[in-house]
């Protein structure tokens, strides 16, 4: 008999973004079915443990589970694990699975998340390679990371230089091999990817910069650079950015630009349909135009603004970006935007606890922080606040931001 539930909102997607928004209609008031379709067979589990973690401890993986089992039952959310969705059809408001059977919604959550983007010249030929995703790669990756495995990460992103760390902890030879001429560009600003990177090369990681990779190399297990260079190693851990997964909602006719378009509320260009997450292109008052935004707070805080939003309240999405970066013992965490036209060092970067204010015509746009978690709390709000304070003071020690921060 065909499934023809009235009353029921679809989840398509079970990481971070799908459990928070399941939550969130729940405790706003949602009385009526609930499922959440992924294609994982594991319990929801957060993904920041998987390039640390969970590479360096065995077991680690068990704190990793987003929810226990039995908030699933105590929600009334119906999990379909393992369950892969082919088709949207918005006309029947059915979503299609690979086993031919379909679910009905009335409403329909799209968090689909991104894919590791691929590097196909390093996928041919004898030495492994790893992509890390999922749970189950970061296991897969765990037992190769054996004492004295000689690893190279291609891609000095985020991904690059905490498997750099972890794999390093457990007694690895590690170099990182990265195209641009920093690491960590994207999310830093310069003068602490030199930061991060002269840490790296203390703890004894190995870091070439400006390279490129063109091939697995022939003569020894390793990979060929394109200057003629062969680096010898046994393992390559491949991290050199992600693609939102769109192929659903782009077949389903929804507005795709780099990412499946959706206004201030989450709504895409079906009014039963919203979308949330890495996937997702949005119109982002803080930077002024539309992004996709690839962190853990933005997956979260954006679940549950779309899921109040789907139940009827009109509240855009508002968030300053938020990352965080822990390697060995260093915290790493950034506010904002960096790219402003004045940077204030507050601490001594000696110490390896400081921030770097980042101003633009005196306002503050953005603060980056190593092992200053309580500080880079209040040089959030004062970024939500666009302060205006004088260099020298935020460069004074003695001057308090959390007082600043709360004025
Ligand atoms: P990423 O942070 O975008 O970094 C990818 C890096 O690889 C960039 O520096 C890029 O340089 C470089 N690259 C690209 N092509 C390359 C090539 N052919 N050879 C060498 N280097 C190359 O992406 P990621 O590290 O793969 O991380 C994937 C996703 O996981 C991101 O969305 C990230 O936010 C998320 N993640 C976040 C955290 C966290 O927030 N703590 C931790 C892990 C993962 P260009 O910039 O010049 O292209």
């Not at 399941?22 to 443990?49: C, K, Q, S, V």
């Not at 491949?238 to 693609?243: M, P, Q, V, Y």
């Not at 997964?245 to 079906?270: K, P, Q, Y």
């Not at 506010?335 to 306002?363: C, E, Y």
């Amino acid at each position: 008999m065909a499934d023809t539930s009235t009353d029921r909102i679809v989840i398509v997607g079970s990481g971070l973004a799908g459990v928070t928004a399941a939550g969130t209609l729940r405790e706003a008031g949602f009385a009526g079915e609930l499922r959440l379709i992924g294609e994982e067979l594991d319990l929801p589990y957060d993904r920041p443990p998987l390039s640390k973690s969970v590479l360096v401890h065995e077991g680690a993986e068990e704190q990793a589970a987003l929810r226990p089992l039995g908030w699933y039952e105590d929600h009334r959310i119906e999990r379909m694990p393992g369950t892969r969705v082919v088709r949207i059809d918005p006309g029947e408001r059915r979503a299609v699975l690979e086993n031919g059977s379909s679910v009905a919604y009335r409403k329909l959550l799209l968090v689909p998340g991104a894919h590791p983007r691929r590097l196909p010249a390093l996928e041919s030929g004898s030495l492994p390679h790893v992509y890390l995703r999922t749970l189950r790669d970061a296991l897969r990756l765990r037992e190769q990371l054996q004492p004295g495995r000689r690893v190279v990460l291609l891609g000095g992103g985020v991904i690059g230089m905490e498997v750099a760390a972890s794999a390093l902890q457990r007694g690895c030879d590690v170099q990182v091999l990265e195209c641009a001429p920093r690491v960590m560009g994207r999310a830093l600003c310069a003068s602490l990817c030199e930061h991060v990177a002269s840490y790296h090369r203390e703890k004894g990681v190995k870091i070439e910069l400006g390279v490129e990779v063109t091939g697995q190399a022939l003569s020894v297990p390793g990979v060929s650079l394109r200057d003629g260079r062969v680096i010898p190693t046994d393992l390559v851990v491949i991290g050199i950015g992600i693609i939102p997964n769109v192929e659903l909602a782009a077949s389903a006719g929804l507005r795709c630009d780099d990412g499946i378009v959706v206004d201030e509320f989450g709504a895409t260009s079906n009014a039963d349909i919203y979308a949330a997450g890495d996937a997702v292109k949005y119109p982002d008052a803080f930077h002024g135009r539309a992004i996709r935004s690839e962190n853990w707070m933005h997956a979260q805080n954006q679940a549950v603004r779309v899921a109040r939003n789907m139940l009827g309240e009109r509240e855009p999405y508002r968030q300053v970006p938020h990352m965080w970066s822990d390697q060995f013992d260093l915290k790493i965490q950034v506010s904002g935007s960096h790219d402003g036209d004045q940077d204030v060092v507050r601490g001594d970067p000696k110490t390896n606890r400081f921030m770097i204010v980042h101003l633009r015509d005196g306002r503050i746009i953005g603060a980056s922080g190593i092992n200053q978690a309580r500080d880079m709390k209040f040089a959030g709000t004062l970024v939500e606040m666009h302060a205006c304070i004088d260099a020298s003071r935020l460069a004074d020690l003695q001057f308090n931001l959390k007082k600043a921060a709360t004025l």
